[in-house]
């Protein structure tokens, strides 16, 4: 297996632009979540899925953020317009069926750089 | 609520001493507890896990026991090496939520030769 890829792995961006990160998470996982790593505040669960379907958008931290899933094997994050407090790593991870926090698996990341 | 405090870092060990990184939680309920740990440009891995008290996680010379009086999950290593620096992360899952996990800041470990 692959793992859960994630894509760019490094995005530089102006400010003001659309940012979009990607993941393909490991097939057969039905719940896929984002993360964002920074130094200040550690690790932020942004959003997740279940077999699609947002179920908990709450870490979410402002509506520039949005993310979709449109099938079982991709997902995006997108951040319009992006800021430089934005500059972080995104992370993407997959869990299986009934495994809970048992079954995480972490994506390489993304490192998003706003300037 | 649910919380995972961690030892701060960074945490510098020659090789082959001994090493222990503080872990204690508060949460409602009996949680599993985890350790993951982030080597430098990846994502984040699993090392070792217990679901319920007094079980022993071990992976990779690791180790870490689930203490229910304590509420701690301290992760030990006999004798560590270069290649084990890295940041590592305690976390447990949220009771409410077996998905969600919470998580502690991290602890960077740097293994000086």
């Not at chain 2, 649910?2 to 222990?20: D, I």
């Not at chain 2, 982030?38 to 071990?58: R, V």
């Amino acid at each position: 297996d692959a793992g859960v890829i994630q894509s760019p792995r490094h995005e530089v961006t102006e400010m003001g632009q659309e940012v979009t990160l990607r993941c393909k998470p490991i097939s057969g996982h039905d719940y896929l979540f984002w993360y964002r790593q920074t130094m200040m505040r550690g690790l932020e669960l942004l959003i997740y899925f279940n077999n699609n379907v947002p179920i908990d958008d709450s870490g979410m931290p402002e509506d520039r953020f949005s993310a979709k899933m449109p099938n079982a094997s991709f997902s995006t994050l997108k951040i319009q317009p992006s800021e430089p407090r934005d500059s972080a790593v995104y992370f993407c991870a997959s869990s299986r069926p009934g495994q809970g926090a048992n079954g995480y698996t972490f994506g390489s990341g993304t490192r998003l750089t706003v300037v | 609520g649910n919380s995972v405090t961690q030892m701060e870092g960074p945490v510098t060990l020659s090789e082959e001493a001994f090493l222990t990184i503080n872990c204690t939680y508060t949460a409602t309920g009996y949680p599993s507890l985890f350790w993951y740990v982030q080597y430098p440009g990846e994502g984040l891995q699993l090392l070792l896990k217990a679901t319920k008290a007094d079980d022993k996680g071990s992976n990779k010379g690791f180790e870490a026991t689930y203490r229910k009086e304590t509420t701690s999950f301290h992760l030990e290593k006999g004798s560590v090496q270069v290649s084990d620096s890295a940041v590592y992360f305690c976390a447990l899952n949220r009771m409410d939520s077996n998905y969600q996990l919470i998580w502690g800041a991290g602890t960077k470990l740097i293994i000086k030769p």
